[in-house]
């Protein structure tokens, strides 16, 4: 057996944690895969599964090891990708990675059509809310929000999104409309803590900043909560304005202040780049980035979102 397929024998035991589950994954009989293992390990000189009666786990080398073999056959997928054509070759799969409710209302819906031209690529989406270390987690193509650290990935600018404070029109009726941003410590307020970016209310006064810390009525732990909430007339609330451009093209928010707003927050693609880009990368780069400059709540030409 070639030390490859050696790889993906070990990785498959690692998977699924037994013999018997790695044999399955691999179509072949449990001796067979038990054979591969103990020569494998025989032949490197070191032990790479623990085994007991109930269980089976990588010893340190043996992680280590599976580290590397996953990184070799996935430059192997790689160069056969490069190797076999163009664009109309992607295949294999992709990793990609977007803060949760960007994901949700923004990136699964273009994961789905592009899945639908490219039938060879399957894809794991990662959405959470925090940084992903891109090269430690195995990610392909991560979408982020504001500003880029020094990196050696390449980024793809595809839009701007800003901090809006919003409310239902009939609240704002009821209750006032804010025109300087002091008035909003003396209204109600719904508050999101998901992001320190929507606890702190910031401001542009003139040249000057001004930075509020309203005391909210209602606290929430997620931003869409807090859309709800302020939809229903719960009060003003601080969020993100792709969040919100559906209510606010449906006339259930309204944005207030929008004279005030702080310095837009750039959206990037962020992708590794070797110098050898694979296929399937390259045109979910592509489709994305066509997509997201068309989409014009992502642009900073349209004020009214």
């Known amino acids: 057996m070639d030390r490859f397929q050696e790889m993906k024998v070990l990785l498959a035991v690692a998977e699924a944690e037994s013999f018997a589950g790695g044999a399955k994954l691999m179509a072949m009989s449990p001796p067979s895969v038990t054979r591969v293992i103990a020569g494998l390990e025989n032949r490197l ?16 080398a043996g992680r280590r090891y599976v580290d590397d073999c996953k990184r070799i056959l996935l430059e192997l997928d790689e160069a056969e990708e490069l190797a076999a054509g163009s664009s109309n070759r992607a295949r294999g799969d992709l990793a990609v990675t977007a803060s949760v409710m960007f994901g949700e209302l923004y990136l699964i819906p273009l994961v789905n059509a592009y899945l639908e031209q490219h039938p060879q690529v399957t894809i794991n989406a990662l959405l959470v809310d925090r940084l992903v270390n891109m090269v430690e987690e195995g990610i392909d193509v991560a979408i982020r929000i504001g500003q880029l650290p020094d990196t050696s990935l ?49 401001f542009k006064t003139g040249k000057s900043d001004l930075t509020l810390h309203p005391k909210a009525r209602l606290v929430v732990s997620s931003n869409q909560a807090a859309i709800n909430a302020a ?51 390259r045109t979910f780069v592509d489709y994305c980035t ?16």
């Open 45 to 60: 000189g070191t032990l790479l599964l623990a085994r007991s009666t109930r269980s089976l786990r990588l010893t340190e």
């Open 154 to 202: 390449r980024a793809v600018k595809v839009g701007q999104i800003r901090p809006v404070v919003c409310a239902a029109p009939d609240f704002l009726d009821r209750v006032g409309r804010p025109t300087l941003p002091k008035d909003v410590l003396s209204m109600p307020i719904v508050m999101s803590s998901a992001s320190n970016l929507l606890t702190a209310w910031h």
């Open 290 to 305: 066509r997509q997201f400059l068309a989409d014009p709540s992502l642009q900073p030409a349209i004020r009214d979102l």
């Open 231 to 281: 939809r229903m007339g719960g009060g003003l609330t601080r969020v993100l304005s792709y969040q919100v451009a559906e209510w606010v093209t449906r006339g259930e928010l309204e944005i207030v202040l929008q004279e005030f707003e702080t310095t837009a927050l750039p959206v990037h693609i962020v992708y590794q780049d070797s110098g050898r880009l694979p296929a399937k990368v």
